[in-house]
């Protein structure tokens, strides 16, 4: 039975609550499906996974973070093939320029005309390689497309398409020859998912892979096919934004973000823009999860990723080692849970 179609399907009969139950069981089968498609070129990184199913879901974009080496570019190839998406991976170095990212006007001295050649960002899924190796006017380069799905160049703004989804991954601040990414590039980001480097039992496992023949630039040889079309997608989506959430749910984000924005660890909170990323993705989070209500745990299983991002250290809380997931959990320890 085809995954697309199946996952596409809405219950034509019943009332609307039980097609919309129908539904989201459904969107916890994909996610099922699509761990085990992953799962064929990736070993672990499940909670990555989910991370950038439920960002995708939610129409954001995802930073991933991690040393090189630990299959970030694999994971954005895998999930583009698991979606029939089309693939651009850009490598951002320091000499990049904006125009080599949305693309040029080129004279035609045949009709003294200038024609638009468009760039790598016109694409389905595009994976921004290092992108904190690029100086910042380049990292800007993206910020029109990531908000608005659209890019405008001489005046022309040309649409990216509603499945367009940046995967920018990034080497650890400290390593040589990066540059920090702006607090505006930043909030732009659905969530920072942390990439680590796999257990040894999981190593074992790759390395046997490897040994059998496993080759991360051919998927089709390895299974990673399409489990999902576009269309199927987007009725996904729809499903996902009906996911109730109550007034007291409602609270409980805008305290865990207000929280931030008090936090004696922080000189800067989170943005309504994080408050608007909690929301949707604690639907998503429940919709991967068989339900079509959200629960408190959605909200918090979320945070960490969330909002990590989105918050500016105070020098002092730096110097005494808290990290971005520990402002972030001592921000969320400080607000009642909502029974």
């Given at each position: 039975?085809?995954?697309?179609?199946?996952?596409?399907?809405?219950?034509?009969?019943?009332?609307?609550?039980?097609?919309?139950?129908?539904?989201?069981?459904?969107?916890?089968?994909?996610?099922?499906?699509?761990?085990?498609?992953?799962?064929?070129?990736?070993?672990?990184?499940?909670?990555?996974?989910?991370?950038?199913?439920?960002?995708?879901?939610?129409?954001?974009?995802?930073?991933?973070?991690?040393?090189?080496?630990?299959?970030?570019?694999?994971?954005?190839?895998?999930?583009?093939?698991?979606?029939?998406?089309?693939?651009?991976?850009?490598?951002?170095?320091?000499?990049?320029?904006?125009?080599?990212?949305?693309?040029?006007?080129?004279?035609?001295?045949?009709?003294?005309?200038?024609?638009?050649?468009?760039?790598?960002?016109?694409?389905?899924?595009?994976?921004?390689?290092?992108?904190?190796?690029?100086?910042?006017?380049?990292?800007?380069?993206?910020?029109?497309?990531?908000?608005?799905?659209?890019?405008?160049?001489?005046?022309?703004?040309?649409?990216?398409?509603?499945?367009?989804?940046?995967?920018?991954?990034?080497?650890?601040?400290?390593?040589?020859?990066?540059?920090?990414?702006?607090?505006?590039?930043?909030?732009?980001?659905?969530?920072?998912?942390?990439?680590?480097?796999?257990?040894?039992?999981?190593?074992?496992?790759?390395?046997?892979?490897?040994?059998q023949g496993f080759d991360p630039h051919a998927l089709d040889a390895a299974g990673v096919s399409a489990v999902i079309d576009e269309n199927a997608l987007l009725a996904v989506r729809r499903e996902v934004a009906a996911v109730r959430v109550g007034d007291e749910v409602l609270g409980y984000i805008a305290a865990i973000v207000a929280a931030t924005r008090t936090s004696p660890d922080l000189s800067l909170g989170a943005s309504p823009r994080g408050s608007i990323a909690l929301l949707q993705g604690a639907k998503a989070m429940a919709a991967v999860q068989g339900r079509e209500y959200v629960v408190p745990d959605d909200v918090k299983e979320?945070?960490?990723?969330?909002?990590?991002?989105?918050?500016?250290?105070?020098?002092?809380?730096?110097?005494?080692?808290?990290?971005?997931?520990?402002?972030?959990?001592?921000?969320?320890?400080?607000?009642?849970?909502?029974?």
């Open positions: 039975m085809g995954a697309g179609p199946t996952i596409a399907a809405v219950t034509e009969t019943g009332d609307l609550s039980t097609a919309h139950a129908a539904q989201v069981g459904r969107t916890a089968q994909l996610r099922a499906r699509l761990h085990e498609v992953l799962g064929r070129a990736i070993v672990g990184q499940q909670q990555v996974i989910d991370g950038m199913f439920i960002a995708l879901l939610c129409r954001g974009h995802v930073l991933l973070e991690g040393v090189p080496g630990t299959a970030k570019t694999l994971m954005a190839r895998a999930l583009a093939a698991a979606l029939s998406a089309r693939f651009t991976r850009v490598q951002f170095t320091p000499d990049l320029l904006p125009s080599d990212i949305i693309g040029t006007s080129v004279y035609r001295a045949a009709n003294a005309s200038f024609e638009f050649r468009p760039g790598p960002i016109f694409t389905d899924t595009l994976l921004a390689d290092e992108i904190n190796r690029a100086p910042a006017k380049t990292q800007a380069a993206l910020l029109e497309a990531m908000e608005e799905r659209q890019v405008t160049s001489d005046g022309v703004t040309r649409q990216l398409g509603d499945r367009f989804f940046v995967a920018a991954t990034q080497n650890p601040v400290e390593y040589e020859g990066t540059y920090p990414l702006p607090e505006a590039q930043l909030d732009r980001f659905f969530f920072k998912l942390e990439v680590s480097v796999p257990s040894p039992a999981d190593e074992a496992v790759l390395l046997r892979r490897f040994d979320i945070c960490i990723p969330a909002l990590r991002h989105r918050m500016v250290r105070r020098p002092e809380a730096e110097i005494q080692g808290v990290s971005e997931i520990a402002a972030v959990q001592r921000a969320l320890g400080r607000v009642p849970v909502p029974r």
